[in-house]
C-alpha cells in the first residue's frame, strides 16, 4: 500500500470504508512484514511511556541545566486547583500535561519524540486529557495515535520534520496538525473530519520559526508546546462542526514545504534570528555562558 | 520514494531534551563502543560547531558518556551519569571547525582508537572515520569491520566466508592509506553473522583487526 498524500488517504479509507487509522495500522504491518496486533502493541508502548512523562512531570520542579524553566507546570497546576480556568477541565489538564511533557523533557526526563523531542509534549497532552476526562478507552487511545503518526508521517514524506529544515513549523507546528486530526478522530470524525482538522490546524502555524534562545529548546519551545495543544482542539471542533478549509490539506503541506524553503537560515534551529538575537536573550546567552 | 514508518513521527522514547543533540550523542557513544569492544581505561570526547555551543544546555556530554558506557537512549540514569561513572577516566574538548558536519564528535579510546562520528537528525547518526579511514556506518544494519593489509584476494575470501553462511551483504565499502599498506572493510549485512564466521576471518593471513558490530536497537 502506498499513502503519500492525504488525497492517497482519503481515497484508501473509503475504498476499503476503513477508518484513518485502520488504514495506518495495515500500512505499518505491511511495513514491517509483521501483522496488525504487533504494530498496535508498539504503539501502546509508546503511549504508556507518554503517561510516564505526564506523571513524572506534574511532579517535578527541577529546573533545567540552564537554570531556566522547568517550573511553570507546578504554577498552572496550584492555581487552577484553587480557581479552576475559564474553559474547564479539559483546558487544565491539556495545558497542565503539556508543560509537564516538556519540562520532563528539559530536565532530561524520558520522553517520548512525537514528532520532536522539542514538540514532545502537544500530542500525548490532548490524547490523554481528553480521554480521561471524557472516559474513552485505552484502545481508542491507541487508535488516535495511529491516526496521529500517519498525519505526521505524510507530512515528512514532502518535508522533513526538523527546525533546521523548514522552522517550528515542521516542529510544533504539525505535532499540532497531527492531534488535530487524532482528537477528530477519537471526538468520532470521518476520514474528511480528520483531514479537514489537519488542514485547519497546518494553515495557521505556516511561517512559524525556530528561534531558540542560546540553541536550547526550552524559550520559547516549552510554552510553545501549551499553545498548539490548544489550537489542536480549537482545529478539531471547528472540522467536527463541519467547517472545511478552502485550500486542501496536500497543498497546505506543500506550502509549508515552500515556506520553509523561503525562510532564512537565520531563523531556522541555528539561534542567530529572532528572539535568540534579542538583547534579553544575548544576556541570558552570555551568563549561561560565563556559569 | 522508499515508505517510511509511523514510528519516525511518534518514536523514540527517549531522554530528553533533544533528538539530535542527546539521543544522537547516546547513540554515537553506543556504537562508538560496538566498534572499539574490548575493556576500556580511557574516553576522550571532542565536541564540534553546534555540539560543542549547545551541548551542554542539551545534556551532549552526559549523552556521549552514557552511550559509550552502553546506556540505551531511554535510560532515565543517562541525566545522572556523572554520578554514576567511576571506574574509568573521562574528559571533553570543545572545538570550532566549519569542515566539520554541524553536530560532530571525535571519540578517542585508551589512546589507541579514534572514531568520528555525526548525529544527522531525529536521532540519526553516521560513523564517518575510524584511525583517518572513512567509513558510512548508521547503526541500521549489522556491520563487519576489518582492518588488514592491503593485497589483492582478501575481499573475496572474506565475502566466500559470508556468503557460506547465506547472509546478504547490503552494502560493502573498502578504503587504504596506501597501496599495500593498511586497508579497511565495512560490510553492511541483512542479519547477525554467526560466531564461527567471525571466528574464520580473523584466521585470514594479514587481517589484523576484525569487530562485528550490530545495529542499534
Known amino acids: ?36 496486533d504487533n504494530i498496535r502493541l508498539k504503539v501502546n508502548e509508546n503511549l504508556i511511556a507518554m503517561k510516564d512523562a505526564i506523571k513524572n512531570g506534574l511532579k517535578s520542579t527541577e529546573k533545567s541545566i540552564s537554570n531556566w524553566c522547568g517550573d511553570d507546570c507546578a504554577k498552572l497546576q496550584k492555581k487552577f486547583k484553587q480557581k479552576g480556568t475559564l474553559f474547564g477541565k479539559i483546558f487544565e489538564k491539556i495545558t497542565t500535561y503539556a508543560l509537564a511533557t516538556a519540562e520532563e523533557n528539559l530536565r532530561m526526563g524520558i520522553i517520548v519524540a512525537c514528532p520532536t523531542a ?67 478522530q477519537m471526538l468520532g470524525g470521518n476520514v474528511d473530519e480528520v483531514v479537514q482538522a489537519v488542514s485547519l490546524a497546518m494553515k495557521n502555524i505556516l511561517g512559524l520559526t525556530c528561534d531558540p534562545v542560546c540553541g536550547l529548546v ?74 | ?50 555540539f560543542a555551543t549547545t551541548g551542554f544546555g542539551h545534556g551532549t556530554d552526559k549523552g556521549l558518556l552514557a552511550g559509550f558506557l552502553g546506556y540505551q537512549v531511554d535510560d532515565a540514569r543517562i541525566k545522572s551519569i556523572f554520578n554514576i561513572v567511576k571506574d574509568i577516566e573521562y574528559s571533553y574538548d570543545y572545538l570550532q571547525d566549519i569542515s566539520r558536519h554541524p553536530n560532530s564528535v571525535d571519540i578517542i579510546i585508551d589512546d589507541e582508537m579514534k572514531i568520528s562520528g555525526n548525529s544527522v537528525g531525529a536521532g540519526e547518526i553516521e560513523i ?39 547472509v546478504n551483504i547490503a552494502s560493502l565499502h573498502c578504503d587504504r592509506d596506501s597501496k599495500g599498506g593498511t586497508a579497511t572493510m565495512y560490510l553492511a549485512l541483512d542479519i547477525p553473522l554467526d560466531e564461527s564466521a567471525i571466528q574464520q576471518v580473523k584466521q585470514i593471513k594479514d587481517v589484523f583487526f576484525v569487530t562485528n558490530i550490530r545495529k542499534l536497537k
Open chain 1, 118 to 184: 522539542g514538540s514532545c509534549g502537544i500530542v500525548p497532552s490532548v490524547i490523554i486529557a481528553v480521554a480521561e476526562e471524557k472516559h474513552i478507552p485505552e484502545r481508542k487511545q491507541i487508535d488516535a495515535l495511529i491516526t496521529a503518526g500517519m498525519i505526521g508521517l505524510i507530512v515528512s514524506n514532502k518535508v522533513q520534520l526538523a527546525g533546521a529544515v523548514a522552522g517550528c513549523q515542521a516542529e510544533c507546528g504539525v505535532a499540532s496538525a497531527m492531534v488535530a486530526g487524532a482528537l477528530t
Open chain 1, 1 to 36: 500500500m502506498q499513502i503519500l498524500s492525504f488525497q492517497d488517504l482519503i481515497e484508501q479509507c473509503k475504498k476499503n470504508n476503513k477508518a484513518v487509522f485502520e488504514i495506518a495500522q495495515i500500512y505499518e504491518a505491511e511495513l514491517q512484514e509483521t501483522d496488525v
Open chain 2, 128 to 166: 564517518v572515520r575510524i584511525n583517518g579511514f572513512s567509513t558510512k556506518i548508521d547503526g541500521v544494519y549489522d556491520t563487519l569491520i576489518l582492518m588488514y593489509k592491503d593485497k589483492p584476494g582478501v575481499i573475496s575470501t572474506v565475502t566466500k566466508i559470508i556468503q557460506k553462511q547465506h
Open chain 1, 218 to 291: 526550552e524559550v520559547p519551545c516549552i510554552k510553545r508546546n501549551a499553545f498548539l495543544a490548544i489550537h489542536a482542539v480549537t482545529a478539531a471542533e471547528l472540522a467536527l462542526c463541519g467547517v472545511e478549509s478552502k485550500i486542501p490539506a496536500d497543498e497546505i503541506v506543500d506550502t509549508l514545504k515552500i515556506t520553509g524553503q523561503m525562510m532564512s537560515p537565520l531563523l531556522k534551529e541555528t539561534a542567530k534570528g529572532g528572539l535568540s538575537q534579542t538583547k534579553t536573550a544575548l544576556k541570558l546567552e552570555e551568563q549561561l555562558l560565563n556559569k
Open chain 2, 1 to 50: 520514494m522508499e515508505q517510511k514508518s509511523l514510528f519516525s513521527v511518534i518514536s523514540p522514547i527517549m531522554a530528553g531534551p533533544s533528538s539530535s543533540h542527546t539521543a544522537g550523542a547516546v547513540r554515537l557513544g553506543l556504537m562508538a563502543r560496538n566498534i572499539y569492544n574490548k575493556k576500556f581505561k580511557k574516553v576522550k570526547f571532542i565536541l564540534y560547531n553546534s
